[in-house]
């Protein structure tokens, strides 16, 4: 995008897409994570420097990271239902 000649501002647009904004909560990408890091973890099963530990702690962390953010997005869905008002939709099961 171009000024305008004189123009001293930026100018800044947004594209707001619910159905990309919703799709950001997707957990699958946390879930994957997670399992390739307890790969990364059984490959080093017999590794004393702690990076086994270190794996399978951040594992757990994606974990927790998934079930939060399929909690986060039923909890956005429903608040998102009461603002447009009860009669407009209903809650889309996830």
């Not at 004393?48 to 956005?76: P, V």
């Amino acid at each position: 995008m171009v000024r305008a000649r004189g123009e001293r501002v930026d100018r800044v647009t947004a594209r707001l897409d619910a159905s990309t904004f919703e799709r950001d909560f997707d957990p699958t990408g946390f879930a994957d994570t997670a399992a390739l890091l307890r790969r990364g973890a059984a490959l080093l099963a017999r590794d004393d420097s702690g990076r086994r530990e270190a794996l399978e702690e951040y594992a757990a962390l994606h974990d927790f990271l998934a079930e939060k953010f399929l909690l986060l997005k039923q909890e956005w869905l429903a608040r998102r239902v009461s603002l447009r008002g009860a009669d407009s939709e209903e809650v889309p099961e996830t």
